[in-house]
């Protein structure tokens, strides 16, 4: 492959046969060697190689190998005509972010730490399989998936203002006739669990702020914030296992050049069930968020008499229908929308100063509150945190989780998992370093960062 620096944060693979598109990666010359070791790079040259896709297919900075399409990857097809790939979007549908103000310093927290992570890992389920603590009634679970957000409002579990300062404002049009009787099953015993993985809450502090949109956002130095990391969980995955193995028939018709980039027209049966589904997975993700968000709340509330008030939630992995200079369905996978100034789909708080991103470092380092740039070469998308550079196996095979733990300790950062391999698997040395993730979406005119934030306390699956 023929790869070329357009700029000093912009690098090109060149368009070449069968391509119908350049590939644009946001990256760093030592980030871009990281690529090099996996199949991200041939992964982004393969989803440029799909039938109608336009330009261009890119690739953040935190961007390693995904299924089909590169995790931190975004493509873009025609809204009238173009294709729907679950791949592009992933298993973990609308795994996102979302972020907790509290009016609260370090001072006010640092002696209840100790007592608060074991607290918020007793409330909140997580782990592999985790469930809900109570039964929810179909009925309720239905609406969930059909509603969103608005379930949560008129249930008491979230404000009006909640509501606007969500991505699609936590709701999308759908309905559950193409959903297998597998995935509700999954779902219906889920809501309001954190699951496993990189999934995680994060108590942390704001260590320092870049400009004044941080006042605009309500951050400043020392303060406390709540970070939670999750998505769809089984239910979402079901989903999309569902509609991979639905849509794998087309690979040879559609002419694909990878068999794991299995996709359909967009205004096709499958295309169209698989939208429905997916805008339910969606829902769940936010209402997920949301009520575990709730969860916390009631714990600030209790300890501290603290409210808190929700920054932003945005979606990581999903696939949407955007005006980007024509009508077109963008999948972000791995990537985070990064809407700049303007734009109507913005709270009216946000409009003139642009969307918040929510993006998280690895266990024990920075994460960042960025501001979208509203960049139309990257669709106004961005990076979604550091991303991975050792797989989960390996990081198993050669860290110890009870070590990562004590280290951890000795920088004042309190931790509980369900077990210590999991800190293993999460480990900062998997990762890419989140500064200079930060320093490439910054100098590629992407997204800006706004404020950085340390950890005071982790709950992981």
């Not at 492959?1 to 350049?22: D, G, Y």
């Not at 130095?221 to 999309?240: D, K, L, N, P, Y």
């Not at 929510?358 to 139309?376: A, D, E, F």
Request: with cysteine; hydrophobic share 40%; glycine share 10%.
């Amino acid at each position: 492959m023929e790869i070329r620096k357009a700029s000093n944060f912009r690098w090109e693979i060149k368009q070449k046969a069968p391509m119908k598109v350049p590939v644009q990666l946001y990256t760093s010359e030592s980030l871009l060697e990281k690529m090099r070791a996996d199949r991200t790079l041939t992964q982004a040259i393969n989803v440029a190689s799909m039938p109608g896709v336009l330009p261009n297919v890119s690739v953040m900075p935190d961007g390693h190998e995904g299924y089909g399409f590169p995790i931190g990857g975004v493509a873009a097809f025609p809204a009238e005509d173009g294709l729907v790939s679950p791949g592009g979007i992933g298993y973990d549908i609308n795994c996102g972010m979302r972020l907790l103000k509290t009016n609260m310093s370090v001072d006010d927290i640092k002696l209840a730490i100790g007592k608060l992570v074991p607290l918020l890992f007793d409330t909140i389920p997580s782990g592999v399989g985790s469930e809900s603590k109570s039964r929810m009634p179909k009925e309720d679970f239905l609406e969930i998936i059909t509603t969103g957000i608005r379930w949560a409002v008129k249930q008491g579990y979230a404000s009006k203002q909640d509501q606007r300062r969500i991505e699609e404002q936590g709701s999308m049009l759908t309905s559950t006739e193409s959903l297998s009787q597998k995935a509700m099953a999954r779902g219906l015993k889920q809501v309001g669990t954190l699951g496993a993985g990189n999934h995680f809450l994060e108590v942390q502090s704001v260590d320092k702020v870049f400009s004044d949109v941080a006042g605009k956002f309500g951050l400043r130095e020392g303060q406390v914030v709540v970070m939670i990391h999750t998505g769809s969980r089984g239910f979402g995955h079901q989903i999309a296992g569902d509609y991979i193995r639905k849509m794998s028939q087309n690979i040879g018709r559609l002419g694909l050049p990878d068999k794991d980039l299995a996709a359909a027209e967009l205004n096709s049966k499958e295309g169209q069930e698989y939208l429905l589904a997916m805008r339910c997975a969606v829902n769940f993700a936010f209402v997920n968020r949301q009520m575990i968000a709730h969860h916390i709340r009631g714990i600030f509330d209790d300890v501290f008499g603290e409210k808190m008030e929700l920054l932003y939630d945005v979606a990581h992995n999903i696939g949407k229908f955007e005006n980007h200079g024509q009508d077109v369905f963008v999948h972000r996978k791995g990537a985070t929308r990064a809407f700049g100034p303007g734009r109507k789909d913005l709270p009216d708080e946000y409009r003139s100063i642009g969307q918040p991103v929510i993006t998280p470092g690895s266990m024990g380092t920075s994460s960042y509150v960025l501001v979208g740039m509203g960049n139309r070469d990257t669709f106004e998308s961005t990076c979604h945190g550091a991303g991975r550079v050792m797989s989960r196996s390996a990081a198993k095979r050669t860290l110890s989780g009870e070590n990562i733990q004590k280290r951890l300790a000795r920088k004042g950062i309190t931790v509980k998992a369900k077990r210590s391999s999991l800190l293993a698997e999460e480990a900062p040395e998997a990762y890419k370093d989140i500064d200079e993730v930060i320093r490439v979406v910054d100098q590629a005119g992407i997204s800006a960062p706004v404020a950085r934030l340390i950890p005071l306390g982790v709950v992981k699956g």
